[in-house]
């Protein structure tokens, strides 16, 4: 029971105090799971950030879905989703129904434009440290494979497909 509440705690404390996308919240879940809680090595938690970010759905979900699942099976999934969501949700709406008259306020615009440089700071530093951490041929494929969905709009599905089917090969191809 202490590790269902330890989940819901955890990922709501990140939920209530990360803003911007799910993205940003690496740093924070990282920080906790792996760092603060040793509930992953940092070799694994970048295995499921890439699994989490290649899933269908909001990517700090699938991140408390693979975390709760892996220390306590489903329930340890719904208790981190139940506590990264409440968060979000309880804002949400008291912004809809206390801030609606602040939309067109000139100092709320400004403070949210003011928010974003630290919202992609957030979302870069998880990416940087995990391509620091690359051999140099993986980060120029890395680079190669993003502006190739930028410039040429490919869907990264395709890329992520790819990916996947090229881990699982060389290795099977590669035994003696």
């Given at each position: ?19 911007g996308s ?6 924070m ?9 040793k ?13 989490a970010?290649s ?12 975390v ?8 340890g ?8 969501i409440?968060p ?10 206390c801030?609606t008259?602040?939309?067109s ?40 494979v ?11 599905i ?19």
């Open positions: 029971m202490k590790t269902l509440l330890q989940l819901f705690w955890t990922f709501f404390k990140i939920g209530a105090f990360t803003f799910g993205y940003a919240m690496i740093p879940i990282e920080k906790e799971v792996v760092d603060r809680r509930w992953f090595e940092r070799e694994e938690f970048y295995d499921q950030f890439a699994l970010s899933a269908p759905g909001p990517f700090a979900l699938n991140t408390a879905v693979f709760g699942y892996k220390l306590n099976g489903w329930w999934s719904f208790a981190a989703v139940l506590g990264a409440i979000s949700f309880v804002i949400i709406l008291l912004i809809a129904v801030l008259g602040f939309r306020n000139a100092y709320v615009e400004a403070a949210f434009k003011g928010i974003r440089p630290a919202v992609i700071a957030l979302i870069a530093v998880p990416f940087l440290n995990m391509l620091r951490k690359l051999p140099w041929y993986f980060m120029l494929l890395a680079v190669a993003a502006l190739v969905i930028c410039y040429l709009g490919i869907s990264p395709w890329f992520i497909l790819a990916g996947a089917a090229i881990g699982v090969a060389v290795p099977w191809f590669m035994k003696p």
